[in-house]
């Protein structure tokens, strides 16, 4: 079945410094792939979806300057978290999006990235 | 715009007491209805994608079904290994994205 790594699982950093976070997918290749925000016990919330070899697009009142995504292959999407403060301390999980029956594409999660800024 | 209520937001069940999930969506187009298990620090995983009314889906001990308005994720004698919070989301037709809308999760807890 499709695999989608994603690294770190966890990352601890200071206020201020970036950290990027990188999402794989392993046995298929990925057009576009969702980048989500967890809080906990919320559901998931959209911050961007990336497509590959063009820009991401942005969920309205997510920061493109702050989250920046690339996707520059068919099977690897970054987040960068610049500047990081304690208010983006979160879950951050990536998914690919794999077509399915009757076009409705079934998303394949990775698991996850827990940020913890200082 | 797509809304997905899912309900209860908690559910604690003994160990065998067989009981349902529900998902309630508005979607203008329904591409797919999706249910997906997401353990504790964990990314969701994916059980089952619906696509018309009247259908339903098995896989062990968990079913789901579809109408036009609801979904139901039915537990059959659970197990605490089915422990998890259980997410639904909808797919539209929306431009050719087909961004999915999550909703809250339903956190079940089944006790040995």
């Known amino acids: 079945g499709a695999v989608v790594s994603q690294h770190p699982s966890w990352v601890i950093c200071k206020s201020g410094t970036s950290v990027k976070i990188e999402c794989r997918s392993l046995?298929?290749?990925?057009?576009?792939m969702f980048w989500y925000r967890q809080f906990p016990k919320q559901s998931l919330m959209l911050m961007a979806t990336s497509n590959e070899g063009s820009k991401a697009t942005y969920e309205q009142g997510v920061e493109k300057d702050k989250f920046l995504i690339n996707h520059a292959s068919l099977t690897l999407s970054t987040l960068t978290v610049t500047s990081a403060h304690p208010e983006d301390s979160s879950f951050y999980i990536c998914?690919?999006?794999?077509?399915?029956?009757?076009?409705?594409?079934?998303?394949?999660f990775g698991a996850g990235s827990r940020l913890t800024v200082l | 715009e797509d809304q997905v209520t899912q309900s209860p937001e908690a559910l604690r069940l003994q160990e065998g007491e067989s009981s349902s999930l529900n998902c309630s969506y508005t979607?203008?187009?329904?591409?797919?209805l999706f249910w997906y298990r997401q353990d504790p620090g964990k990314g969701p995983e994916f059980l089952f994608t619906?696509?018309?009314a009247g259908e339903e889906k098995e896989k062990e001990r968990l079913k789901a079904t579809l109408t036009k308005k609801e979904s139901f994720l039915h537990i059959t004698a659970p197990k605490p290994e089915d422990s998890a919070t259980y997410l639904c989301?909808?797919?539209?037709?929306?431009?050719?994205?087909?961004?999915?809308?999550f909703g809250r999760g339903t956190s079940l807890i089944v006790h040995p």
């Open positions: 979607v203008s187009g329904l591409r797919g």
């Open positions: 619906l696509y018309s």
């Open positions: 998914s690919a999006s794999l077509a399915g029956e009757t076009g409705a594409n079934v998303l394949t």
């Open positions: 989301a909808v797919q539209a037709h929306q431009g050719g994205s087909y961004i999915p809308t």
């Open positions: 046995d298929f290749q990925a057009t576009t």
